[in-house]
């Protein structure tokens, strides 16, 4: 069966206010070109890119040392540690750490892996009420929406939406959409919950197996200022945080922001090591196919991700389709080659959703093959029997028609006679390849027979 | 079989074959002007640098610059006159919620993106760099290094509980892309560079 949501529906949704989709992909871009400004800064960029690559190509090919390693270190420091093989087991974790202290409240900063895990819904369901901290992710969390982007959660938003969200919830006054007074308000209220709350969940960007530490980025504050005043800070981590050494963190600390935003570096880098005294700090290192996906050769790669968005900003489809339209925590390019390792089939339409140009790669500070692994999807997916029925029928006449000279020369000729006797045949609704398109003018003859007629 | 060993077992099964780690000490080769290449970096993320001789510069500046009665609080012995002094990690971090102004020392700033780099034992309580609504930073010229790999060459197998890198004010442009200083954490961020 195939999924009612897809790719494309979705971004046709989006597609819909043409104006927004301009502003979308000019928004997105500038951010990629301020990428390019900090990167070009940098003499030795590639040669940091390919460190990291390496690093992270290491760090693949001995994860279970690696985990082991940062256990340990992490124990003796004090830390309390805990596993999860998927995301259930995760969200329970997480609950029980809570009950067990009988909070009921809870302050998040941001972790792309709880959205994965669908957390807020969960712990919501169990009577723990959830305030997202990082400005983007409160407005996506008052809106009731995803975030649509890892770095810039609600990248998709009008000042004016923001306003009226703020209207509703925090009680600005109706029609005010000055970032600056929407920031303050939220500083204002965020606050108040940041000394109040007795428990705080982060991510985590780095966790160095030599050290048993682990490094928090932010640039708002929101995840010190949570984790600091809380009695339990609960940090969740998907495998393939791990690094090896203290000192790689200068070549991902180079990498991160500048891909990121072109900032030389995020406000913070936090290195949380040992609990404060008299205060527990819990990780939870969380699998949910992780090592699925490392057992996939051609796909292990994707597991190097520091979730930085470059490959989402360069994005012609992303940019233009938004990160709702993938319908996936995790949204554009790479977001494309990590979904269907955790549901091939819902998730089949997303490595479709490409016009493999190659620019994720080009921009991925960690050398993924982002576009290959599009296009190895996408033959695991018609293998697998994921395509719809019509792109599975019309890959079939297409198959037959180019291993048969006669039957491609046929159909040549009629696809010219119809284009230019009656485009309509083709040009109409039933033809998605024709939404936003414009009809070439078909050629009087093909080459054929234009060499037929000349080679005398 | 518990989750710990299910996992460990599936990602021994499924991991390549072991590539070697890289060298990265062969990023240790700036040669950049640092003070000068620092200044501009923390500026253009927001920061302000003062350029300083010694402490008493420093509370002229204060004096001269924060005029209305506010809360300031230090970790820094040579300015307990013009502040409150905390010199151990006793104090309970909510009492920090009404901070206007700390000044604090760091043990390393970094040229190429404007950090400061601060352990727990610099900052006494953990929270206040983060909660006060200013932060002042004091950091010696010689201790500036071109770049994070020089940082972390520095602070090599350092102990600590928990220690970070701030760079400039807090911020977020997450309305509309429009940058605001002042998000969750300091409103704006000062470093005195001292010249000895």
Known sequence: MQNTTNHAELAEVFNNDEARVDWHDETLWWIRSKRDVAVNKISNWEVLRETASQIKNNVLSNLNNYLQQFEGNAIANGIIIHWAADAKEHNQIVLSILEKHSIHQMVKSKSMLTEECHLNDFLEENGINVIDSDLGERIVQLAKEMPSHIVLPCIHKKKEEIGELFHQHLGTPAGNADPQFLTETARQHLRDTFLTRRAALTGINFAIAETGEFVVCTNEGNADMGAHLADVHIASMGIEKIIPERKHLGVFLRLLTRSATGQPITTYSSHFKRPNKGKEMHIIIVDNGRSIQLGREDFRNSLKCIRCGACMNTCPVYRRSGGHSYHNAISGPIGSILAPNLDMEKYADLPFASTLCGSCTNVCPVKIDIHQQLYKWRQVIVKNGYVPAAKKASMQIMDWTLSSPTAYHTAGKAGRLVLKYAPFMVNNKLNPWYKHRDMPEPPKESFGEWYKKNRK | ?196
């Open chain 2, 1 to 196: 079989m518990t989750s710990r060993e299910k996992i460990l077992s599936a990602i021994k099964t499924n991991q390549p074959d072991l590539a070697t780690l890289p060298d990265v000490d062969f990023l240790l080769q700036e040669d950049v002007d640092i003070p000068e290449k620092f200044i501009a970096s923390l500026t253009a993320i927001g920061g302000q640098v003062v350029m300083v001789k010694n402490h008493s510069a420093i509370k002229a500046f204060i004096a001269e610059n924060f005029i209305h009665p506010s809360r300031k609080i230090t970790t820094v012995s040579e300015l307990e006159d013009i502040a409150e002094y905390i010199e151990d990690n006793s104090t309970v971090p909510h009492s920090l919620e009404n901070v206007d102004y700390a000044i604090i020392e760091a043990d390393l700033a970094i040229a190429e993106n404007g950090a400061i780099w601060v352990t727990e034992d610099k900052i006494r309580t953990r929270v206040l760099p983060f909660i006060t609504q200013h932060l002042a930073v004091i950091v010696k010229k010689k201790d500036v290094v071109p770049t994070m790999h020089y940082a972390y060459n520095k602070i090599a197998a350092n102990d600590y509980g928990f220690a970070t890198f701030i760079a400039g004010p807090s911020k977020t442009a997450d309305i509309e892309q429009s940058l605001v200083l002042g998000a969750h954490g300091s409103r704006s961020m000062t470093v005195f560079l001292m010249a000895q």
